[in-house]
């Protein structure tokens, strides 16, 4: 089963099982159903969480749902993308799609195998500019890059420069963001508080986020995506 598909069929699951609350549901154009795609790497894909519907992008979307019943979210992130995979691989998908968001996770696989910050900095605007042209009426909300070295994986000299190289990142993905109008979430900082709790945090991989370390980084997602999304709405009301 496509990924997409299984998403879908989580969602409609999900959906299933509000409608016997008493939740009021949103009227007018901010109310109706959304379109998210997401792009990215094993973060973006859910890689460390106990089931599909535990990563954080699709916890975040699952609080889009509440809002906006009927939305749907297509997720064409790949494990082991680099931000020039992304845009070799998954943003071309976006000229065969109609989006309401475009949600973007990468940077922590080109921290760990150190590319340049500057070549990093220069294929993820490259990114941004594409899925512009390509979806001119959606909402880009850029993920930021967590903190690699929060990894027990990493140590000594091979740990400062990871976790230095997502700092740049990090800073990279924040500026391209502010320059092309897009949301940026902060995942660095989501990631820095739980320093002291890593062992929670991280999944059994020791890399990934389990699902404690999924939820906290979709309650930074999830208003920031809600928040774009109804953005995008206001600016086609007036359009």
Do not use: W
Not at 19 to 42: C, E, M, N, Q, Y
Not at 101 to 120: E, I, K
Not at 143 to 154: A, Y
Request: aromatic share 6%; with cysteine; net charge positive.
């Amino acid at each position: 089963m496509r990924r997409s598909a299984l998403l879908g069929a989580l969602a409609a699951l999900a959906a299933c099982g509000r409608r016997t609350r008493a939740h009021p549901v949103p009227s007018g154009p901010l109310g109706g159903p959304k379109r998210i795609v997401a792009l990215g790497d094993s973060l973006a894909f859910g890689t460390g969480a106990s089931a599909p519907d535990r990563g954080f992008i699709f916890r975040a979307y699952l609080r889009v749902l509440a809002q906006h019943p009927g939305s749907r979210i297509d997720d064409f992130a790949i494990p082991g993308s680099t931000a020039r995979d992304v845009l070799r691989l998954q943003v071309p998908r976006l000229a065969h799609e109609t989006a309401d968001a475009v949600v973007v996770c990468v940077g922590g696989n080109d921290a760990v195998r150190h590319v340049a910050p500057a070549d990093f900095a220069q294929t993820y605007a490259r990114l941004v500019a594409r899925i512009r042209v390509l979806q001119p009426r959606a909402a880009i909300v850029c993920c930021g890059v967590p903190d690699v070295g929060l990894s027990p994986l990493f140590t000594g000299v091979d740990h400062a420069e990871v976790a230095g190289l997502s700092r740049a990142d990090d800073a990279a993905v924040r500026a391209v963001a502010a320059r092309n109008g897009a949301t940026f979430v902060d995942l660095y900082a989501a990631t820095v508080r739980e320093r002291r709790d890593a062992n929670r945090f991280l999944s059994e991989d020791r890399f990934h986020p389990s699902d404690a370390g999924d939820a906290a980084l979709a309650d930074v997602l999830a208003p920031a995506l809600l928040r774009a999304l109804d953005r995008g709405a206001l600016l086609d009301t007036h359009q």
